[in-house]
Every structure is written in C-alpha cells, then in structure tokens.
C-alpha cells in the first residue's frame, strides 16, 4: 500500500485524507515535495543592520546592482569583491530606523530610495558614486512605486492617506498640475501601505483596496475606485508582486488578488489558523512577502517563540496552489541576483574555492541568474542556493475507527536517496498521544525499512539529512496486515 506526501494542510483534518499536518524544509512539486536549499553567505557583513530590504537594480546594458540601507548610511554591493560600499550622500547621516525603513524603486537609469525620516535619495546607476537629493521637492516617504511612467510616493510623513506620483517621465517634477504631477487622498481606509507596480496599480490601504486607472489626456491623471471595502494590508511588507500575480497577508489570513480586484483566500482552510497561530506576533505586521523571481512560488517570513529575526518561510506556489514551510535565519527576503563571477574573481569572494558558499556550477555565480535572496542575522548578503536543508515529511494518519488493529511488517520510503530515515507513529485512541519507534535506514539490499509497530493508526514519518543531494519524496509504500480489533 503505497501512502503519499500528501498536500501539506495543517489546519485540515489528516485521518485518512489525501493532506498531512507535518512537513518542514521542503517546497512543492506535483506529486512530491523537492529539497528547500540553505541560505549561503555572500558578502562581507554590513556594519550594522540593514534597515529593510536590499533591492537589486538592473541597468539598460545588463549590469546588476544591489543596494541596501542601514540607520545612517545607504550601500552598494562590491561587483567583484563582495563587500560593501558606501554611497550615502556626503555630510549626511540618515535617520532609518526600524519603523521607518528603506524603501527602493527603479525608475529607468535611477534608483530612488525613501524612508519616512528623511529626504527621497537618488542615484544614477553607471555615473553617480553616491545618493543625493531627489529634485523637485517631494514629500518624505515610505514606500516608493513605480507605476508606468510615473514614480509613486506613498506612506507620506504629513500625509498617510495619500499618494503623491510625479510628472511624466520626470522623476524630479513633484508640484501638484504640472505635467501630470498630483496627488490622490483617500476619505477612508486607514493609511496607505502599499501598491502593485504597474500602469493601472492596484492600491492597498489598512482597510480597504482601491484599483487606479491611468487616463491619457485627462486632468484627472489617474482614476481610483474602491474594490475591496473593509478589507486590507496590515503592512507594506506583507505585500508582493510580480506581474498579473499580487499576494497579501491581512489580519488572520493570506490572500492572492488578481487585476479585476477578485480576491482568493489561498490559506483559507490549509494554513491560516497554524501559520497565524505560530506567529510572536499574530498579525502581518511582523510579516515580510517576496515573489521569487523566477519560478511560481511567494514566499512570507515571520518569527516564532523569542526570535529576535524572521525563523520561518511559509512558500506558496500559486500554479500548484499548495503549500510547503522551511525554517531560515534572516532579516528580509527580496529577489536577488549577482552580477557573475569568473573563476579568477571568486578568490575574491573566499580564500579557498572549497569554502565557498555555493558549488562551482551554482546559479549563484552566473550573472542574472534569478534567485531568491535575504540579509542574514549577521547583516550579509545571501541567497537561498545551498544544499538542501534536513527534510522532514510526515504521511496522513491512517488507522480503521471501527477498531481493526494492523501491524506494519516493513516500509520503504519512496525518495531518490537511501540517506532517508524512517520512523513509524502509533497510537490506539484519537486522544492519545503519538508514540515513535526509533529512526531506521532502509536495507542496502532491498531498500526498505525492517520495522514492526502495532498499533489502530499509524503514519510515517522521513527525514533527510542536511547536504544529501535528492530531488524528489514521494510517499511510502507499506505493507502490513490486520491483526485483531480493540
């Protein structure tokens, strides 16, 4: 009898289901799970906390650029060298702080950065060697968009509930009528937290959603209408994007939201209650999204018990609409790429090739390759492009309620690897708790698991050591036999 990794569903029932309540370390695949790679350490530290985000910046000829803020300072990561160098404007000590944080847009050759304490900074990417003022006098800012031809400041210091975008194609032109600059305040809904970037964004407020429509020609400039009543984002951070696909996370739950204003309640049912339940903080406050850049996943980090940092990545892939979880040690997430690396220039990056974070063939050292990346607790540039973390899968739990007791004979794990260790849990009652037998590898000869248990429900348990190479778990195949009733 063959007994899958079923889809991971914790706030479902698992008793003979198709779901199971238990997985850690692994991401989604159509009928099996795949190993969730560690975060490997790029850089040099930063020389304090990163304040937000890092941002990785393109230019029109293909160079990749990440920059990154902390309380005082703004940085660029070393092309070569993986460290960091200081672009602040000179004479200047900003004032971010960990409830006024970074926030970075790209609006052509020019990276504007924003924090709610100080002046919108810009720097041309390829000429300017360090921030300065953005022109035209904008509003001190939280967040910064792009929508279209416009850039867009919102979370405003004087004014929470507005919006305020630029002249066309001008990203220093900020006065109110003049080639198409102006500002959108909105009577209800709570502050603005956040938007989409796109010609026609979408507008996420505390309470509510609004759709903006650009329109050429007109002196409105923009459209708002109000799509979602008394509903929200608790948070900027708990916001992404890419493409038609935007997800958020509002109180108690996480939602994906299409251009129409339709909203799906994705965690409604599978995972809302636990995740939620887990969190130090239970709400999206303490929530920090990122849409991996290149496959279908989205990726929400929080804390649980006293972590001082984010200790939990929940992963939704929205073609597969399903879950999985893993556990990390990092201050943000954001897409991510390097700039390339030859093998000359990686003596740069580590002393020794066998000390590198990432194996030789790695996407990590090929220029553009998207990945997923993050500040680790000790403020470095990383990438989750590692070996695979240990992984754990737990199967449904199966037993007969009429009372039939089965004994298990033997199992095999169904995974591309013999490094699987496989343990057994019975139980007799529902309200009893589970019972373990020990961990055991599979035969070298025939590949299962000589372990007996008895019991009136079972399930079981694999877990795959941190740095095995496998690709796929499956399930796992039992055979057993019915031995009496209780």
Not at 116 to 129: C, E, R, Y
Not at 309 to 324: E, G, H, K, M, P
Request: proline content about 5%; overall charge negative; some cysteine.
């Amino acid at each position: 009898m063959f007994v899958s990794f079923g889809e991971w569903k914790p706030d479902a029932a698992e008793l003979n289901g198709a779901n199971v309540g238990d997985v850690m370390n692994v991401l989604c695949s159509g009928q099996s799970y795949l190993p969730f790679p560690a975060m490997g350490m790029f850089s040099e530290a930063l020389e304090a906390a990163p304040m937000g985000r890092g941002f990785l910046a393109r230019s029109l000829s293909g160079q990749i650029t990440i920059f990154a803020g902390t309380a005082d300072k703004l940085w660029i990561l070393g092309n070569t060298d993986a460290t960091w160098d200081d672009v602040s404007q000179t004479a200047t000590t900003y004032g971010a702080t960990a409830t006024a944080m970074w926030s970075f847009a790209q609006f052509g050759e020019y990276v504007i950065a924003v924090n709610a304490n100080d002046d919108p900074q810009v720097f041309q990417l390829g000429v300017s060697t360090e921030f300065a003022d953005l022109g035209g006098s904008p509003p001190r800012a939280a967040v910064v968009k792009v929508w279209g031809d416009f850039v867009v400041l919102m979370g405003l210091s004087n004014n929470p509930d507005r919006v305020h975008w630029s002249a066309i194609n001008d990203h220093t032109g900020w006065t109110p009528g003049t080639n198409n600059s102006d500002y959108q305040t909105f009577p209800d809904g709570g502050k603005v937290q956040g938007s989409t970037e796109a010609t026609n964004p979408l507008i996420f407020l505390e309470r509510s959603i609004f759709k903006a429509t650009f329109q050429p020609g007109s002196t409105e400039i923009f459209t708002f209408q109000k799509i979602h009543d008394k509903r929200g984002a608790a948070s900027a951070d708990s916001i992404a994007s890419r493409g038609a696909f935007t997800f958020y996370a509002d109180q108690g739950g996480f939602f994906q939201v299409g251009q129409d204003g339709s909203i799906v309640p994705i965690g409604f049912l599978k995972v809302d209650k636990t995740l939620f339940g887990l969190m130090t903080a239970p709400d999206s406050r303490s929530i920090m999204a990122a849409i991996d850049p290149f496959f279908s996943r989205v990726y929400w980090a929080f804390k649980v018990g006293s972590a001082s940092t984010f200790n939990r990545i929940a992963v939704y892939d929205w073609d597969l609409q399903r879950w999985s979880i893993a556990t990390a040690s990092t201050r943000s997430i954001f897409p991510a790429a390097t700039t390339g690396y030859t093998l000359e220039s990686l003596v740069n990056v580590s002393a020794s090739l066998d000390a590198l974070p990432f194996s030789l063939d790695s996407k990590a050292w090929q220029g553009g390759a998207p990945l997923l990346g993050a500040f680790s607790s000790d403020y470095r540039f990383s990438m989750f492009n590692g070996l695979p973390m240990e992984a754990t899968l737990t199967t449904q739990e199966m037993g007969d309620v009429a009372g039939q007791i089965t004994t298990v004979l033997d199992t095999l794990p169904v995974v591309d690897t013999a490094s699987v260790y496989l343990s057994i849990g019975t139980r007799f009652r529902r309200g009893e708790n589970i019972v373990w037998t020990d961990e055991a590898l599979p035969s070298a000869a025939t590949g299962r698991v000589q372990k007996k248990s008895r019991g009136r429900f079972h399930k079981f348990k694999a877990r795959i050591p941190a740095g095995t190479s496998w690709e796929h778990a499956q399930g796992v195949d039992v055979r057993n036999v019915p031995t009496g009733r209780r």
